[in-house]
């Protein structure tokens, strides 16, 4: 593991290199926009990236209340088993669904969610997740961060204004301050019991996600409408330059969660042994 | 186009400053780590 994450730091590097070149130079120059236009390139992949770490950090706190008890883990597994089968008929079944969502993205999901909720399961022991969940909320913040500081460049030039209180610019704010609490909650609370809120704190906190996400099929709102899987329309070139931009900062939020992982994992280690010498110090004394 | 710069740079700003945190927390740890190492007993 040790060699790869060298070779995985290189491939994210000159994947991130090549996506700027085509976000710069190889897309085209949108006709009312202009040039302003590419700031989507960075904005959207960093808001989904932030969604999913969001949802990560979801699945890492509800694992973390359930798995210490076998009924609670079994209901759980159900419950994510129904979700994928039950978005899958929604998808396909019962028609007609809202406005501009297409099938294949509802079943898409459904079924993403129910298979990352099994990995995560499979790969992390019940205290791992713990720190998964911190690691994928820090990491949810920094891209949420940068969807928020580039909205208002892009807003800017566009609507003539920098900000205003509309539902989705105002939920991803609320969505940001909400995981800002989850870590200095994380940071700064001493209880045992820290773990446990935060794991609560983080599952209310993601129920802002899909509001968030859906605000501008259900609200009459400024933000543009989604021009992917929601009936909208782009140029397949403008597609494929999004989608390796956002590759490539998958990849960089995967590279950054690996090493804050690893991180957090001999932070606790060492905290345990601080610990561990704090129980043994009065006895060294005598 | 200054508005687009301005958004790719901040963006590189952010992912940098959040990088260069992690260096200072791994740092530190390593002190703590070293300094662990240092104490009888629990340095094997």
């Known amino acids: 593991m040790k060699r790869a994450f060298p070779i995985f730091a290189m491939l994210t590097a000159v994947l991130l290199s090549y996506a700027l070149y085509e976000a710069l130079e190889v897309a085209p120059t949108e006709q009312t926009m202009g040039n302003v236009q590419r700031i989507f390139y960075y904005h959207v992949p960093s808001a989904w990236t932030a969604f999913l770490l969001f949802f990560i950090n979801f699945v890492c706190s509800v ?23 039950a978005a899958c008929i929604a998808a396909f079944v019962i028609r007609p669904l809202p406005a501009n969502i297409e099938p294949s993205s509802v079943a898409t999901t459904g079924l993403a969610m129910t298979g990352l909720y099994f990995l995560i399961k499979k790969y992390f022991s019940p205290e791992n997740t713990d720190a998964l969940a911190v690691v994928s909320a ?37 969505l940001w301050l909400i995981y800002i609490s989850y870590l200095m909650l994380r940071r700064f609370s001493t209880s045992s019991q820290t773990p446990v809120l935060a ?40 597609l494929q330059v999004l989608l390796i931009n956002w590759v490539a900062f998958l ?9 804050r992982y690893r991180l957090e994992i001999l932070q606790r280690e060492v905290e345990e042994t601080q610990a561990l010498e704090a129980l043994l110090e009065p006895r060294s004394s005598r | 186009m200054n508005f687009l710069y301005a958004a790719y740079t901040a963006t590189w700003i952010i992912h940098i400053a959040y990088l260069s945190i992690l260096v200072q927390r791994y740092r530190h740890l390593q002190r703590e780590i070293e300094d662990l190492k240092k104490k009888p007993g629990l340095g094997a």
């Open chain 1, 138 to 174: 820090e990491v949810g913040v920094v891209f949420c961060t940068v969807v928020l500081v580039t909205g208002p460049l892009w807003a800017r030039p566009v609507w003539g204004i920098w900000w205003t209180w509309d539902v989705r610019l105002t939920s991803t704010l609320v």
């Open chain 1, 251 to 259: 990849c960089f939020a995967g590279l950054i969660c690996w090493s």
């Open chain 1, 63 to 85: 694992q973390y209340l359930v798995r210490p008890n076998q009924v609670a883990d079994k209901v759980a597994n159900w419950v994510t088993i129904a979700i994928g089968i």
């Open chain 1, 199 to 238: 794991a609560a704190l983080a599952i209310f906190g993601a129920l802002d996600v899909p509001l968030v996400y859906f605000s501008i099929w259900i609200f009459r709102t400024q933000h543009p409408q989604p021009v992917i899987g929601g009936g909208g329309s782009i140029d397949s070139r403008m």
